[in-house]
């Protein structure tokens, strides 16, 4: 956020004036005792935030926020401010009016014109409420968008005249607060507050189903009334069903039984038909078995299986023995590679040391070398820092700082040494453990071969017996059908005998067949009674059974909700406070780390000076009495403005690391020096110079020594000259080119033209060619406003997965 200027038309001593400030550096705005100094800070402030509620009691503190009564030119009924600001690559042009109206003086709004870098730009017209928050939008601020008090500006942008010590005097709760607007960390508060109103919706919603399960509990309830009026049909459907599948059951068993004696009296007629034929096969069945017992050479099958169970047990133990041993090796080979992992991971600390010993070994011989060179001007009389004659203490003290900075260096060495020795032995014994590791692998895959070899040699073997077994089987079924042949032989007469008993039982089938097909019948017309009689009731219980649905999806959206609110609280609201911590922790240490380094500057020679900022960004005084620091309330009016100072250039740098809008950077002070003496003045110039500064700073002072001295040109200065007949304003430029100035004047008339020209225009206007193109480009494109779609909360987002 950088400001190019501020035109002024009736605002207190100013009748109609623009000043202009250069983008880079320091500005500052000099002149006597009511020139108007402060009330150009005054405006730029509340072009931004409009009239705030007034402070009737503390009369000082409309230094900051101005009410539109402060602002308007006495005996004037009508004034504005227009700002130019450039933020986020745009310019930003605010307009704000103020109308005196009888013993009224209100802020009346405006309009702000915004052109990007694409040349486009947009009008809008708004009231003073809406302009405060459609600003702080567009240049980033996370302020409150009511009309309180500003914390980010006032705080760590613009510090204004008689509160440069508000931020060190505010409450615990107050400064927290403003903390936490600067560097941009409400947003997780706000998230965490949106977060619970989420929940107390989620268990209003639970509560709801709650309420609509217990209803419909109660309705399903009536269920068992019309549930027990079917339980005897469906017992007695139950008994007819199994009696059917009963009778289906000895008919089937019926069927298949006369299917197979009319099968067997077939076979019956025809085996004696084929007796003859049999006689033939006998002779050749006995003729094999010979050939057989032959191949297998006395081995019987007994003895076969016997053998083959004894290599199938001995095959089992090896593998069993060859399991353990590989997953002994793989265990190994996991150890070695671990130790390998280990080993690597070592060698690398190891290599950070010895670069870390390098590096010490490398600062202490440049101090060695700074204290040879002492000693050589302490000899001539000299100071080693600026060279001009010292006494001897100031050297030896010199001297003795050195010296502890090499005793330091020499004892990180020896640490940095017996870690390296450490870290040697620790290495030593992992390359021993691989060394047995290896060994004993070794030892793994050379019995892993010998089994493996034992058990093709099995297999081998197993086989051979497998076929001689097969041989065997072969024999005892040749014998087995052998034996048969000589048994139907023998028993011709039988099967005679049985085919007549055969004719008798499929007679007898035949009529229990019949008897139960009867049966089965009237079971049958007796279970569609019963069906339709059951149909009937279910039908008459189908409205229940939609409740019963109804109330399992009820309780299925109130498990839902409920897993809804375990997820809001376990994980959601613990990421957020965990990204708040780790984001509010950094900003901690890096505004710490900013305010120790202004405060050294700023107190420099002042060591018995010290202050703590504890986690809760709150500042602790303390000095150093009799060697020792101890705690105190108030530091001197000097001390403290220097406190109060480093405070809020310490928030404004990180507010400006942490907010990309304010990145570029703007501080304006109002009379910061309060206090201080010339050479302190100095030590502030040099803080604002310094690296990582804000790209421009403002600065209202009496303080000579702060613009006398413009160190090159870097420090432009603006000098106030009120004519005290009219109460009037002249601005005077030194340092400032006047060709840039005249330019931003023009750039103000040009932005307020092109507003006015499209007065009859919406409120909103897009995309007009601007006739003041040395800011911006002439385009004839308009822009085509954006569809944004409707919001969805968490809640629709889970009510919808």
Not at 397 to 408: N, Q, Y
Not at 484 to 509: G, N, W, Y
Request: glycine share 4%; hydrophobic share 35%; net charge positive.
């Amino acid at each position: 956020m950088i400001i190019k200027g501020v035109w002024l038309h009736n605002i207190k001593s100013y009748k109609d004036s623009v000043i202009a400030f250069p983008e880079e550096g320091i500005t500052v705005i000099y002149g006597d005792v009511g020139s108007g100094k402060s009330s150009i800070l005054s405006s730029i402030g509340f072009a931004i935030f409009g009239n705030v509620p007034s402070h009737q009691s503390d009369p000082l503190a409309r230094f900051t926020a101005p009410t539109a009564r402060d602002l308007l030119r006495r005996g004037a009924t009508r004034g504005f401010i227009q700002l130019w600001v450039k933020s986020g690559g745009k310019d930003i042009f605010i307009y704000r009016e103020i109308h005196s109206e009888g013993s009224r003086v209100a802020d009346k709004g405006g309009w702000v014109l915004v052109i990007d870098e694409n040349q486009r730009y947009s009008v809008k017209r708004l009231t003073a409420t809406e302009m405060r928050g459609y600003i702080l939008d567009l240049l980033g601020i996370p302020e409150e968008k009511t009309r309180a008090r500003s914390r980010v500006f006032a705080s760590a942008i613009y510090v204004p005249q008689f509160a440069i010590h508000n931020i060190i005097s505010a409450s615990p709760e107050e400064r927290a607060e403003i903390v936490n607007r600067v560097l941009n960390l409400m947003k997780y508060s706000l998230a965490k507050n949106r977060i619970e109103l989420l929940k107390k919706r989620i268990r209003r919603e639970i509560d709801e189903k709650t309420r609509e399960e217990t209803r419909l509990v109660e309705e399903v309830s009536m269920e068992h009334k019309y549930r027990r009026e079917i339980e005897n049909i469906k017992s007695e459907l139950e008994k007819a069903l199994k009696m059917k599948d009963s009778i289906e059951k000895s008919i089937a068993e019926l069927e298949g039984r006369l299917e197979k004696l009319v099968e067997e009296k077939e076979r019956l007629q025809k085996v004696i038909t084929e007796l003859t034929i049999k006689m033939g096969r006998v002779s050749e069945l006995e003729k094999s078995i010979s050939q057989i017992k032959s191949l297998l050479r006395g081995l019987e099958l007994s003895t076969i299986e016997k053998v083959k169970g004894e290599i199938k047990s001995r095959i089992e133990d090896l593998k069993r023995s060859l399991s353990s041993i590989v997953e002994e090796k793989d265990k190994l080979m996991r150890e070695l590679d671990k130790l390998s992992s280990d080993k690597d991971e070592k060698m690398n600390i190891r290599d950070r040391v010895l670069s870390e010993l390098e590096k010490v070994k490398s600062q202490k011989d440049s101090k060695l070398s700074r204290l040879r060179e002492i000693e050589s001007l302490e000899k001539r009389g000299l100071c080693p820092v600026c060279l001009q004659p010292v006494t001897q203490t100031h050297t030896q003290k010199i001297k003795s700082k050195i010296k502890s900075e090499i005793e330091e260096l020499e004892v990180k060495a020896r640490k940095l040494n017996m870690e390296l020795e450490n870290l040697k032995n620790v290495l030593k014994e992992i390359s021993l453990r691989e060394k047995k590791l290896k060994s004993r692998i070794k030892e793994l895959d050379a019995t892993i071969d010998k089994i493996n070899s034992e058990i093709n040699a099995l297999n081998r073997r197993l086989l051979e017996l497998v076929e001689s077994e097969q041989y065997a089987r072969k024999m005892e079924e040749f014998q087995r059908e052998l034996d048969k042949l000589k048994s139907e032989l023998r028993e011709s007469k039988k099967t005679i005998s049985r085919a007549e008993e055969v004719e008798r039982e499929i007679s007898s089938t035949k009529r229990r067949l019949e008897e139960l097909r009867r049966s089965e019948r009237e079971i049958l017309e007796r279970i569609a009674s019963l069906k339709g009689e059951l149909k009937r009731i279910n039908e008459f219980l189908s409205k229940i059974d939609e409740k019963k649905r109804e109330l399992d999806r009820i309780r299925e959206i109130k498990r839902r909700y409920t897993l809804m609110l375990d997820f809001t609280k376990k994980y959601i609201l613990n990421i957020i406070s965990g990204v708040e911590k780790y984001v509010k922790a950094t900003a901690y240490n890096a505004f710490r780390e900013e305010f120790t380094r202004v405060f050294k500057v700023l107190m420099a020679g002042y060591d018995n000076i010290d202050v703590e900022i504890r986690d809760d960004f709150t500042p602790v005084f303390k000095v150093k009495v009799d060697g020792v620091h101890s705690t105190v309330e108030t530091p001197s009016g000097g001390q403290l403005t220097s406190i109060a100072l480093a405070y809020r250039l310490a928030l404004n740098r990180v507010a400006r690391s942490m907010i990309p809008q304010l990145r570029e950077g703007l501080l304006i002070l109002d009379e910061p020096t309060y206090g201080f003496s010339p050479e302190r003045v100095e030590l502030l110039k040099k803080v604002l110079f310094s690296p990582g500064g804000p790209k421009q700073v403002i600065v209202v002072t009496h303080d000579r020594t702060f613009y006398e001295d413009t160190l090159g040109g870097k420090v432009k200065t603006i000098r106030l000259e009120l004519d005290p007949e009219n109460t009037i304003t002249k601005v005077h430029y030194e340092g400032i080119d006047k060709d840039y100035v005249r330019e931003v004047k023009k750039y103000m008339e040009y932005a307020r033209k092109l507003v006015y020209k499209y007065t009859t225009k919406p409120a909103i206007v897009e995309g007009v060619e601007p006739t003041f193109k040395p800011v911006v480009e002439t385009v004839r494109e308009h822009k085509k406003p954006t569809r944004v779609g409707k919001s969805r909360t968490l809640l629709d987002f889970m009510k919808s997965s």
